[in-house]
């Protein structure tokens, strides 16, 4: 049985297939398959990970069902009674969907049940409508995207234009949808968002968060509206500064995490130390791409149900949590040049998204926001 034949098996048998494309050089036993995820992403490390992915989504469509239960709570307390089985169907509709949001909390802030909720996961068809609103861009939405449409057709300096194109080309460029319409799309919107911020400059990477939210909302018409509204939110409010062009802030929030790493993980800090690792050598990226590049999309998509609700908190938490789930392959690594390729190639497969949310949330002790902007003020003191 060739893999095509066992990924029809594996749909006989209820476990959802895996996206793979052979080309002629695959048929050479000597060149590994192109393994897609459902997502359109290159994921080699998915390959005979069927069943696993099957019980993984299983447990995700029994989160579900809690979810709706809790759309429920929130309608009830506004008189409107409704059964969680109408839910699904009243999010799609515009007119039922705007007024079922109205009762619900755009923040986890006093919410114990809805914050447990969202580090469970956030329903994958109910993150176009959840992001933008936790992300508190509803509003925005609801005025169309003429504003959008206006900043694509203003002009923009050649250099960030120059920018933009450099980033476009290497951005997800395996992706299996990859076309001229698609790289279109990122580029409007990077157009947009690089004249919204002309304070800021243009920072390389930001290509690569921008085209992961349009794949995830591909079904969407509005897309590229709420993505560039979705992206202007990090921008503006959850990670100030990030995006600049001499990336200061993403360096110091590097930094930190070294000095955090010293508190919560001091052997692996050690070993850094003694091997000579640099944390930006490692980190930098995770940091700029919000972890898109670095963990597998569903485990990413959990990283960014937190990010739209904790804010910039989750990516120190969650890069522990990475650097813990391998922390002894780490301390086994005898070298430099080992370390780096251990740390560029595991988190790639940390598909258990829910043990990297337990590990990062609650086994790595407290982890205040006075803390970090304590250390943040060192840091940039330091860098100054």
Known sequence: ?????????????????????????????????????????????????????????????????????YFVHWAAKTGWHISPKEVPALLDDPETRKKLLAC??????GHKRYKRLIRGGIPAQYRPILWPHLAMVDDRLDEGDKYYVKLTQSELDPEVAS?????????????RDVSPESRSEVRRVLHALAV????????????????????????????????????????????????????????IDVAVLGQLCEIHLPKLARHFKKH?????????????????KSLPTESSLRVWDLLFSEHSKIIFRIAMGIL?????????????????????????????????????????????????????????????
């Not at 000579?276 to 898109?292: G, H, P």
Request: some cysteine.
């Open 196 to 251: 919204r911020h002309q304070f800021m400059g243009y920072c390389q990477g930001l290509s690569y968060p921008t085209a992961f939210i349009l794949v995830i909302l591909a079904s969407e018409e509005d897309r590229e509206n709420k993505t560039f509204w979705l992206i202007s939110a990090l921008i503006d409010r959850m990670l100030p500064n990030y995006y600049s062009s001499d990336l200061k802030h993403v360096r």
């Open 324 to 384: 813990k789930v391998h922390h002894d392959d780490i301390l086994g690594a005898g070298d430099l040049e080992e370390i780096c390729a251990l740390l560029h190639g595991r988190p790639r497969q940390t598909f258990d998204a829910d043990e990297l949310i337990n590990v990062a949330l609650h086994q790595m002790g407290r982890l205040k926001t006075a803390t970090i902007q304590r250390l943040r003020v060192r840091e940039t003191a330091l860098y100054n």
């Open 276 to 292: 000579e690792v640099e944390w930006s050598l490692v980190c930098m990226e995770w940091f700029m791409c919000l972890f898109v």
């Open 104 to 109: 619900f909390p755009a923040s986890i802030r």
């Open 1 to 69: 049985m060739n893999m095509a034949d066992a990924s029809e098996a594996n749909t006989e048998e209820g476990i959802p297939p895996i996206r793979i494309q052979e080309d002629d050089a695959s048929e050479n036993e000597s060149v590994a398959p192109v393994v897609y995820d459902e997502y359109g992403f290159v994921a080699p490390y998915l390959f005979g990970k069927e069943f696993w992915l099957h019980r993984y989504r299983e447990r995700q469509d029994a989160h579900a069902l809690k979810w709706d239960k």
């Open 163 to 175: 920018a933009i194109e450099l980033d476009l080309a290497r951005t997800f460029s395996n992706h």
